[in-house]
């Protein structure tokens, strides 16, 4: 053994050797192969920090997204997809009338179920929408209806993890953190993936909102929608100076670790949440101070209003514009707690649905106005969605089960031509049956729509190049301006 092997073997007995300090070492063989892949690597990184502004694949239509989320799905057939033949066999089987059914969550076939409340015409494009969203069909013009989505999963969790990150299984990137590895952010001062969490995390949990194999940095932050939204954001230092010392401490510590070889993209982006952090106890507060705020733009996101859950999403909403304004690139709304299984009505479908649209509908026109007024509208692309839609036929007497072989999502703001509507389920509102779309599909024209090209946008992972549509995936045409 040489003298410089014999230095590194005393140096490090009192632990283990980790594998990069065995690749360093190593001269020949697999070691020298990997060592020079990951020289490379660390060569091609970004040192500028993760969360810097990237240049887009063509000129963008928006600039910022918002998710608004509706964890449980809605029932379309009573929201946005009328179905006026549910009503000439209400109380039928459904067998005998629609036909063969596939298997759903639970298999719960009741009897054909019609629409809860009157569906009407509104705006010059004529949006067929149910008397659950007055305040949502005063702005009905600015929608884009996608009525023939489809998933690939009937229960809650792999759909969810299928929306949200384009694959049933759970560690995968959320589209959130796709968006951010593509385009960074324009505040470095926020998380570039926000998520305004009204109380409930749905389920599949935070892996909804994870980063994946992608760099941490990419990774959704969650916000509670009151004063203090995060755990400890308000400095418990009483000199910032203090603070930044141990920052680049924290920095010297990772660039040690680095074992010479360069700038590590991990480390990076571990040293880049750190910063993030820091910066953020400066600019949350002032993101949450709303005194700037006119009492009638309050009052138009319902924060005035009787029902506590239009309080808590309005305030979410009025967050999303001023995160928007702030420049963080995704911002994602789930809905409040308090009204039965979210929008998951197995029963009590009258009182559920009731509840939940009295959330969310007066804040989501009062955000669609709000960007509007403040010049926001055009470059903020809105989703609606939930993970699948509900049965045409009953679950007991007053629920619907699972149906993810047809439902409705809507899009509106940056890149879209309000009043187009596209695809259509069947005369049930069971299946998808013309213009058949999947959420691949909806992923790739949201990426389009921020100026990525979702077949270009990759990241090497496990021997292969990962991308959040997978192989799949095709531009929604019919809704892009």
């Known amino acids: 053994m040489n003298k410089k092997s014999k230095h590194h073997c005393g140096r490090f007995a009192s632990r283990p050797t980790n594998r990069r300090e065995m690749l360093q ?13 990951l020289s490379q690597e660390s060569a091609n990184a970004d040192t500028s920090g993760p969360l810097q502004p990237k240049p887009t694949h063509f000129p963008a239509k928006a600039k910022n997204v918002i998710f608004l989320y509706m964890d449980g799905g809605p029932s379309h057939v009573d929201t946005f997809d009328y179905k006026p033949l549910l009503e000439k066999y209400d109380g039928q089987d459904p067998r005998k009338v629609i036909g063969e059914l596939a298997p759903t969550q639970f298999d719960a076939v009741g009897k054909v179920l019609k629409g809860q409340w009157k569906f009407s015409q509104h705006g010059e494009a004529g949006h067929w929408i149910s008397e659950l969203f007055p305040h949502l069909s005063e702005v009905s013009d600015d929608l884009a209806m996608i009525k023939s989505m489809t998933s690939k999963f009937s229960e809650h969790t792999s759909a969810n993890y299928f929306l949200h990150t384009g694959n049933g299984l759970q560690g995968k990137p959320s ?19 926000v998520v305004l969490n009204g109380g409930l995390i749905p389920p599949g949990g935070l892996d909804c909102f994870g980063s994946g194999f992608l760099p941490s940095a990419y990774q959704g932050s969650v916000f509670l929608p009151k004063a203090q939204p995060l755990a400890n954001i308000r400095p418990s230092e009483t000199s910032p100076q203090l603070q930044q010392t141990k920052l680049d401490l924290i920095r010297q510590f990772d660039q040690q670790a680095n074992g010479g070889l360069g700038a590590d993209p991990e480390i990076e982006s571990a040293i880049q949440n750190y910063e993030t952090a820091f910066k953020m106890q400066t600019a949350v507060p002032d993101l949450m101070d709303l005194s700037g705020e006119s009492e009638e733009t309050k009052k138009l996101y319902g924060l005035e209003s009787d029902f506590n859950n239009t309080k808590t ?28 299984d979210r929008w998951d009505q197995h029963g009590g479908l009258i009182d559920g649905h009731n509840k939940n649209c009295r959330t969310v509908d007066q804040p989501i026109a009062a955000l669609i106005k709000d960007l509007k007024r403040t010049g926001l509208f055009e470059s903020t692309l809105i989703v609606w969605a939930g993970e699948f839609g509900r049965t045409p036929f009953a679950q007991g007497s007053n629920g619907r089960d699972h149906n993810p072989f047809g439902f409705t999502v809507w899009m509106a703001g940056g890149g879209i031509q309000g009043g187009s509507s596209i695809g259509a389920t069947d005369e049930w509102g069971y299946r998808a049956v013309q213009d058949r779309f999947e959420i691949h599909d909806l992923h790739a024209t949201m990426l389009h729509l921020l100026g990525i090209d979702h077949t270009k946008s990759t990241f090497r992972f496990s021997g292969r190049d990962m991308r959040l549509t997978d192989v799949h995936g095709h531009l929604i045409k019919e809704v892009l301006a």
């Open 313 to 340: 999403f309005g305030m979410q909403c009025l967050l999303a514009r001023r995160l928007v304004e702030r420049g963080v690139r995704f911002i994602e709304l789930t809905c409040p707690g308090g009204n039965g």
């Open 25 to 37: 070492w190593c001269a020949s063989g697999f070691g020298g192969l990997a060592l020079s892949t």
């Open 175 to 193: 589209m959130g953190a796709w968006l951010g590895y593509g385009l960074g952010s324009e505040n470095q001062e926020l998380p570039g993936f």
